[in-house]
C-alpha cells in the first residue's frame, strides 16, 4: 500500500510539473521572440537634453533640438554613437512624460540653456533588441519584468531606449532597430 501511495504521490508531482512548465510556455509565448542579455553601457561623453513633453510624438523634437546644438557647435559624434532616451517617470505616461536623450560624442561642447554636456557613467542594464515599430515596447518590457523574476536582478533605475536605426535612417519600419534596456543590480 505505501509503494502505491508513494507512486501515486509522484505521478501528481509529474503532473504539477507538467501543468507548471505548460503555463510557463502559453503566458511566455508572446515574448518567447525576444531575447533578454544582461550587459553595461560604457561611460560616455554625452549631449544631452532633458525636457517634459505632453506626448511621445514630441520626442522627435528634442532630436531635431540637440541635431541644431551638433552642428551648431560642430560636434563630432562617437563611432560607438549610443542615442538613446530616458524615461524618468516611475510608471508608463501617454501626457507629461519627463524624458531625457543623450547622444555619445567625441570631446565636449558648451553647455547653453537646454543643451548639456557630461560624462555619462557606466550603468548595468537587462536588455531586449527588436526589429520594427516602436508599439513593442509593452511585450518588450513584459519580457524583461519575466527575465526579473527570476533573477539575481532588481530594476534600479529609469528605462533606456537605444535607437540602432531610426525613422529617421529609413522609412522601411521593419528595418528600424530599437533595444529597450532597465537599469539593474544584484539583489
Known sequence: ??????????IKKQI?????????????????????????????EVI????????????????VDIDKEISKQKISLSKDCHSLAIYYD??????????????????SGKDCSNVKFFTAPEQKVVSVTFRGSYEQRPQVSRAIADWLETSDYVMDGPMISIFHVTPYETSELDNWITEVCYAVRRK
Open 1 to 10: 500500500m505505501d509503494e502505491l501511495n508513494e507512486e501515486s504521490q509522484k
Open 16 to 44: 504539477l510539473l507538467l501543468e507548471s512548465v505548460s503555463d510557463i510556455l502559453e503566458k511566455g509565448n508572446e515574448h518567447m521572440k525576444y531575447s533578454v542579455i544582461l550587459k553595461t553601457i560604457p561611460e560616455r
Open 48 to 63: 544631452s537634453l532633458r525636457k517634459i513633453i505632453r506626448s511621445c510624438e514630441e520626442e522627435g523634437i528634442l532630436w
Open 90 to 107: 516611475d510608471e508608463y505616461k501617454d501626457t507629461d512624460i519627463d524624458v531625457e536623450i543623450q547622444t555619445a560624442i567625441n570631446g
